[in-house]
T-cell receptor, first 116, second 113 residues
Framework: GAGVSQSPSNKVTEKGKDVELRCDPISGHTALYWYRQSLGQGLEFLIYFQGNSAPDKSGLPSDRFSAERTGGSVSTLTIQRTQQEDSAVYLC??????????????FGNGTRLTVT | GEDVEQSLFLSVREGDSSVINCTYT??????LYWYKQEPGAGLQLLTY?????DMKQDQRLTVLLNKKDKHLSLRIADTQTGDSAIYFCAESKGSGSARQLTFGSGTQLTVLP
């Protein structure tokens, strides 16, 4: 498919374990974003990649969260020592270049993370 | 307070018009967007409006922008059951490739038969 692909679609983990969430952006899209969606709340910006570099990591909620992107393509979001408050849907989006009306965001279907 | 605010729920009858409202705080926002999220899916861009416009119409969708009051609305004419979804308002901040979107909490639209 030509869309943004995220895996896994659902992840249940025990408190204290590490998890890795994966995002495959649309081929050729240089910009990649991670957002977190909690119940009843909007989308919380986490991190933004332009190519392999992350000019804006301001949204990462704690040092337990990290993300990387390799080859200007696939990105992984890692959460270490998960806590129950990390339970949310993690959405990835990509765009051709940054965000703008000529470069809209394309979202994946998200990974639903549940920390028990 | 929140940068972008929306009411959480809206119910309408099939065939009626729906109006979803949004307020934002950043007067420097250049573009404002409406996204739709269906269950289990990501967000899909519906429409957008540039900040120097006050209205944009796209088929059944009408976007109204009151820049003075920082108020944005999305009107869906002849609402159908397939319009049931969460609608997010978003504003664009920053510039160039570092521009980001700030989203509201989303409005759950329920269309009743």
């Amino acid at each position: 498919g030509a869309g943004v692909s995220q895996s896994p679609s659902n992840k249940v983990t025990e408190k204290g374990k590490d998890v890795e969430l994966r995002c495959d952006p649309i081929s050729g899209h240089t910009a990649l974003y991670w957002y977190r969606q909690s119940l009843g709340q909007g989308l919380e910006f986490l991190i933004y990649f332009q190519g392999n570099s992350a000019p804006d990591k301001s949204g990462l909620p704690s040092d337990r969260f990290s993300a990387e992107r390799t080859g200007g393509s696939v990105s992984t979001l890692t959460i270490q020592r998960t806590q129950q408050e990390d339970s949310a849907v993690y959405l990835c989006a990509s765009s051709l270049v940054g965000t703008g009306v000529n470069s809209p965001l394309h979202f994946g279907n998200g990974t639903r993370l549940t920390v028990t | 307070g929140e940068d972008v605010e929306q009411s959480l729920f809206l119910s309408v009858r099939e065939g009626d018009s729906s109006v979803i409202n949004c307020t934002y705080t950043d007067s420097s926002s250049t573009y404002l967007y409406w996204y739709k999220q269906e269950p289990g899916a990501g967000l899909q861009l519906l429409t957008y409006i540039f900040s120097n416009m006050d209205m944009k119409q796209d088929q059944r969708l009408t976007v109204l922008l009151n820049k003075k009051d920082k108020h944005l609305s999305l009107r869906i004419a002849d609402t159908q059951t397939g319009d049931s979804a969460i609608y997010f308002c978003a504003e664009s901040k920053g510039s160039g490739s570092a521009r980001q979107l700030t989203f509201g909490s989303g409005t759950q639209l329920t269309v009743l038969p």
